[in-house]
């Protein structure tokens, strides 16, 4: 028998643009002054909900390094490998991709954008998000039915989700309450499209930006 399927591939409607970045250190709690700093470049992104900006982010505790608390006065180590990603609909990819050859604040931290590239959403089918806005709800169960019931709108069949880590981030209207979510064993096109379109506001501040994770077996991890 030879049987052959042609590969789901996301269509190209919307892309993650990696930057190169130069910066030694940044803030942990990061997501505000790096929104407001390009928003500083790029004034139209103040009324584009559509683009998402994605947290800078570091692998967990590894090496014998450990994450710092997150709050404003601790701080990320760059690499050279550290990437910027921003997430945006075709036509936008052009002007999101003018941002290199600038420089962002980020607090007292001069951050430098180098080359970028176009990186298609990804077709995994257990995908995860950092941080997801939870100011509305005081149980986790209100957020999980939340949670199931505004995908349902969207005709998406939520089997298996899992809550992690709460976290805030800071802005000057006050703390944002934010969890991770994983969502798993999701249909192919499914994952595609919660990738496209997101979950809840806030998508400046890195939330409701789902990205690919190695599997629900790996949940103890999906913090890191």
Same mark, same amino acid.
């Given at each position: 028998?030879?049987?052959?399927?042609?590969?789901?591939? #996301?269509?190209?409607?919307?892309?993650?643009?990696?930057?190169?970045?130069?910066?030694?250190?940044?803030?942990?709690?990061?997501?505000?002054?790096?929104?407001?700093?390009?928003?500083?470049?790029?004034?139209?992104?103040?009324? #584009?909900?559509?683009?998402?900006?994605?947290?800078?982010?570091?692998?967990?505790?590894?090496?014998?390094?450990?994450?710092?608390?997150?709050? =404003?006065?601790?701080?990320? $180590?760059?690499?050279?490998?550290?990437?910027?990603?921003?997430?945006?609909?075709?036509?936008?990819? +052009? #002007?999101?991709?003018?941002? *290199?050859? *600038? =420089?962002?604040?980020?607090?007292?931290?001069?951050?430098?954008?180098?080359?970028?590239?176009?990186?298609?959403?990804?077709?995994?089918?257990?995908?995860? #998000?950092?941080?997801?806005?939870?100011?509305?709800?005081?149980?986790?169960?209100?957020?999980?039915?939340?949670?199931?019931?505004?995908?349902?709108?969207?005709?998406?069949?939520?089997?298996?989700? $899992?809550? +992690?880590?709460?976290?805030?981030?800071?802005?000057?209207?006050?703390?944002?309450?934010?969890?991770?979510?994983?969502?798993?064993?999701?249909? *192919?096109?499914?994952?595609?499209?919660?990738?496209? *379109?997101?979950?809840?506001?806030?998508?400046?501040? +890195?939330? +409701?930006?789902?990205?690919?994770?190695?599997?629900?077996?790996?949940?103890?991890?999906?913090?890191?």
């Amino acid at each position: 028998m030879y049987w052959q399927e042609d590969p789901i591939t #996301a269509p190209p409607t919307v892309f993650d643009v990696l930057f190169d970045i130069s910066c030694k250190k940044i803030p942990v709690d990061h997501a505000y002054t790096l929104a407001q700093a390009i928003q500083a470049q790029l004034p139209w992104i103040a009324n #584009a909900p559509e683009i998402g900006i994605h947290n800078i982010h570091l692998a967990g505790s590894q090496n014998g390094w450990e994450r710092p608390l997150h709050d =404003q006065q601790n701080y990320l $180590i760059l690499s050279q490998r550290t990437k910027l990603t921003i997430r945006a609909p075709h036509h936008l990819v +052009g #002007a999101i991709q003018s941002l *290199t050859g *600038t =420089q962002l604040l980020i607090g007292t931290e001069l951050l430098k954008i180098g080359p970028n590239k176009i990186k298609p959403l990804s077709t995994h089918t257990t995908i995860f #998000a950092r941080h997801i806005d939870t100011t509305e709800f005081t149980q986790e169960t209100q957020f999980l039915a939340w949670t199931v019931n505004e995908f349902a709108k969207r005709k998406i069949n939520i089997r298996k989700l $899992i809550c +992690g880590k709460q976290l805030t981030i800071s802005t000057p209207n006050g703390p944002i309450p934010t969890r991770s979510l994983l969502l798993a064993e999701l249909q *192919t096109q499914d994952a595609i499209t919660i990738q496209q *379109t997101g979950l809840g506001p806030h998508r400046n501040l +890195g939330c +409701g930006i789902f990205i690919p994770h190695k599997g629900i077996r790996a949940v103890k991890q999906m913090d890191n």
